[in-house]
């Protein structure tokens, strides 16, 4: 028994690698967690490329369990969330896939950033309950794509980079880096740095029709960007976005 973790890229079907195609084509059941209505159109993007590259696969769909999002204690509430959504992936696994058979999970961006997959497969072998393989295909990332976008480098000249979350950021600017990639922001923690001389590339749903791009000197377009976000939040229902932040030395 083998489970193919692939990375789809960030939006565009069209991201998906030569070598991401390959491994479709290898697999005989695809396994996907279910998010609700308000976020379709992520199963959708999926059921666009398995019809382009896999028709008539046999896809398998379990409901993602909610995540306390109010926890104070956070790590916590992410430890139970993965524990409760292992459940649910090893129940799909355990009743799907026959032993000689290959199983895969299409995983938005790239399975090595800020994706939990990996984790959860690694957690239901160390259970016991299940003996299997696990192969990574690496993806567009989000963060890859933003920069594509906005035609800039991640990185200056001879300097490091950190990609951190919101959580984070809201904390405090990390030490050491003026370029720092921030993903899972759920409250605009780049607002808490308007004081920087500093500017931000953001996009969201990056690779899809509705694609949104703002780039400027920090302090003169954060409000803009809380405004083209909570418009999209509204009209959707959901956000998935992503920016850099470059602080300057003039």
Not at 65 to 76: H, I, K, L, N
Not at 161 to 187: C, F, H, K, S, Y
Request: some cysteine; charged content about 30%.
């Amino acid at each position: 028994m083998e489970i193919l973790v692939i990375g789809i890229g960030a939006g565009d079907p069209e991201y998906l690698t030569v070598q991401g195609v390959r491994a479709i084509e290898r697999a005989d059941v695809f396994f996907v967690l279910d998010k609700g209505e308000v976020k379709q159109e992520l199963v959708e993007l999926r059921t666009e490329i398995l019809e382009r590259y896999a028709p008539g696969a046999k896809v398998v769909v379990g409901r993602d369990p909610e995540r306390d999002r109010g926890s104070s204690a956070y790590v916590e509430s992410v430890d139970d969330w993965r524990r409760r959504r292992g459940d649910v992936c090893a129940g799909m696994i355990a009743r799907e896939l026959e032993p000689d058979q290959v199983g895969a999970f299409l995983v938005w961006g790239d399975p090595s950033l800020y994706d939990s997959t990996l984790a959860i497969l690694d957690d239901l072998l160390e259970r016991g309950e299940l003996e299997f393989g696990i192969e990574v295909i690496p993806g567009i990332s989000s963060v890859s794509a933003l920069a594509a976008k906005h035609r800039v480098g991640l990185n200056q000249v001879g300097k490091p980079i950190q990609v951190t979350t919101g959580r984070r950021l809201e904390e405090n600017w990390p030490d050491g880096v003026d370029d720092v990639v921030v993903m899972l922001d759920a409250r605009t923690a780049f607002t808490a740095h308007t004081d920087q001389d500093a500017d931000i590339y953001w996009g969201a749903y990056l690779g899809t029709p509705d694609e949104l791009l703002v780039a400027g000197k920090l302090s003169e377009v954060a409000g803009e960007i809380e405004q083209v976000r909570a418009e999209a939040r509204e009209r959707k229902g959901w956000i998935m976005d992503t920016y850099l932040l470059r602080r300057n030395h003039r």
